[in-house]
């Protein structure tokens, strides 16, 4: 059985994924970056929730850092944190129409994770949450966030 206010957290992550899916189906970039950065802060929140735990801390960090759904977890912990300290998007938006037109067209509209070389460099270096983020740099924010919400699930009913 999962507990509480993880429960609550990952419920609070899937809502804000949900939101943040009809902001990219809206092209709404304001909506894009709220629904970011609370889908990341919701994600941290059950993370570190996890993380502290005593007992079971130790053999959750350990999972986390073992799995690949879990190493996506400490790639976001490193944006959420570029997204609250320095309140930059970590995200880069690619597709949809410009100009000038270029053939085959793409009209999708894809929301990716930013190359961690485009975004300021951090005031408290996180050697390890940075290298997690390079492996998703320049995956699917969706796609993401929807792995370390499996991870975060799956860990939490272990507990």
């Known amino acids: 059985m999962i507990a509480e206010p993880i429960r609550l957290a990952l419920v609070g992550l899937g809502e804000a994924t949900q939101r943040l899916a009809g902001a990219i ?3 709404d970039r304001v909506h894009l970056f709220t629904a970011i ?19 079971g801390g130790a053999a959750y960090r350990k999972l986390r850092d073992d799995d690949e759904e879990g190493k996506v977890v400490r ?36 929301v990716f994770w ?11 270096p996180q050697p390890h949450n940075e290298e997690a983020y390079r492996r998703i740099a320049g995956q699917m924010v969706l796609g993401t966030l ?6 975060l699930w799956r860990a939490g009913q272990s507990r």
Do not use: C
């Open 25 to 27: 189906d809206q092209r």
């Open 75 to 110: 790639g976001l912990r490193w944006a959420r944190n570029q997204n609250l300290h320095a309140l930059v998007a970590v995200h880069e938006i690619g597709g949809g129409m410009g100009f000038p037109l270029t053939f085959p067209m793409n009209f999708s509209y894809r």
């Open 146 to 151: 929807r792995q370390a919400s499996s991870f």
């Open 37 to 55: 950065g609370e889908a990341l802060a919701w994600l941290n929140s059950a993370d570190e929730v996890l993380e502290k735990a005593k007992p």
């Open 114 to 124: 930013q190359s961690p070389d485009e975004l300021p460099p951090t005031e408290r």
